[in-house]
C-alpha cells in the first residue's frame, strides 16, 4: 500500500503550498468560486486565515501520517481532510459571504 502513502504525502504538499500561496502571497483566485464583490474586507482577511490554517494543518497531518502510521490510518486520515474542507466550506458560505 505504498501508493496510498505516496499520495497522501503528494496531497499534503500541494496543500501546504496552497496555504503558502493563500496566506502570504493572496492569490484568492486559486479558490473555486471566489466572487470578491460578496465579501466585505475584514471577512476576505478571515477567509484567508480560516482556509490557509487549515490546509497547512491537513497538509502536515497528510505528510506526517505515512511515517509514523499504518497504511489504513493514512485512509482514515485522507477522508478526514475531506470532510474538514467541506465542513469549512459550509461555514464559510454560510457565515462569511455577504448575502
Known sequence: MIQIEIISVLIGIILIVIAFLLAVKKKLHLLRG????????????KLIDIVSSSNLMCGTILILVPFMLPWWWTVNTIHFVIIANLVILIYVNKTLVDK
Do not use: F, L
Not at 465579501?39 to 476576505?44: H, I, P
Open 34 to 45: 471566489y466572487n470578491h464583490q460578496r465579501m466585505s474586507q475584514r471577512n476576505k482577511q
